[in-house]
């Protein structure tokens, strides 16, 4: 497991015995970056994770993402992700 701060929650909130999701962040050495990724959960909608350090601070957009600059879109907090989340592609098991 990582050492991370940021990380914490997303492994308390996982059970990596049923989850492909990365469980930690494999490799600092990277360029800074940002993820926009669709997720189709309980509903559709775009999360969008900037990097801090070893980790993604990510937040859920439920309306999707806004083409005009002058439009504002809800953006709700969720737990940091591992940097290796941003390449992530599969289903997440509930629970």
């Given at each position: 497991m990582s050492k991370s701060k940021h990380l914490k929650e997303y492994q308390q909130k996982r059970d990596?015995?049923?989850?492909?999701?990365?469980?930690?962040?494999?490799?600092?050495?990277?360029?800074?970056?940002?993820?926009?990724?669709?997720?189709?959960?309980?509903?559709?909608?775009?999360?969008f994770s900037l990097q801090n350090d070893d980790a993604l601070i990510s937040w859920a957009i439920p309306k999707g993402i806004s083409t005009a600059a002058n439009k504002k879109?809800?953006?709700?907090?969720?737990?940091?992700?591992?940097?290796d989340y941003a390449k992530f592609e599969g289903i997440i098991p509930e629970g």
């Open positions: 990596f015995r049923k989850t492909k999701e990365p469980q930690r962040t494999t490799s600092k050495k990277r360029n800074i970056f940002f993820v926009i990724q669709k997720h189709d959960a309980s509903h559709l909608h775009y999360d879109r809800l953006a709700i907090r969720t737990e940091d992700h591992p940097l």
